[in-house]
């Protein structure tokens, strides 16, 4: 029974640490920022430019999952004290109004973008990790 219990754990940690991979891409005002599949908080930062930052474009994030209609994914939008200012749900790609962000973001330092999933069935109950996409440090 012990064998059981330590194999089912195993199983159910191996499924979740893999539930988040796929890959995404970062683009401003159409302009690729970054695509990757890969959680790297120094590589996936950026200093924007106040030119970039004040211009009426777009944020897009859009993510590609390597297990397509099996959870359901959410942006959420940090500033640099960890405080959650804005979120997109049930969604792989996400279009934001960069005057939005602006509003949201005014007298901040980060815009600093995760994701998070859960599982289509409510009744499922899981850990939820922040996965980091980018940063973007603000003029």
Request: aromatic letters at 10%.
């Amino acid at each position: 029974m012990k064998l059981f219990y330590i194999l089912a754990v195993f199983l159910i940690s191996t499924n979740l640490s893999t539930a988040q991979m796929g890959t995404w891409t970062v683009k401003l005002n159409n302009k690729k920022i970054v695509s990757t599949s890969k959680e790297d908080e120094k590589a996936n930062c950026k200093k924007l430019k106040r030119s970039d930052w004040n211009k009426n474009g777009k944020l897009q994030i859009i993510f590609k999952e390597d297990e397509p209609d099996t959870w359901s994914r959410s942006f959420l939008f940090y500033d640099e004290n960890d405080n959650e200012l804005f979120r997109e749900d049930s969604t792989t790609n996400a279009i934001i109004p960069l005057e939005k962000l602006r509003t949201i973001y005014a007298n901040k330092k980060s815009v600093i973008i995760y994701t998070v999933i859960a599982p289509l069935d409510p009744s499922i109950a899981i850990r939820i990790r922040r996965v980091h996409l980018y940063t973007f440090q603000l003029p």
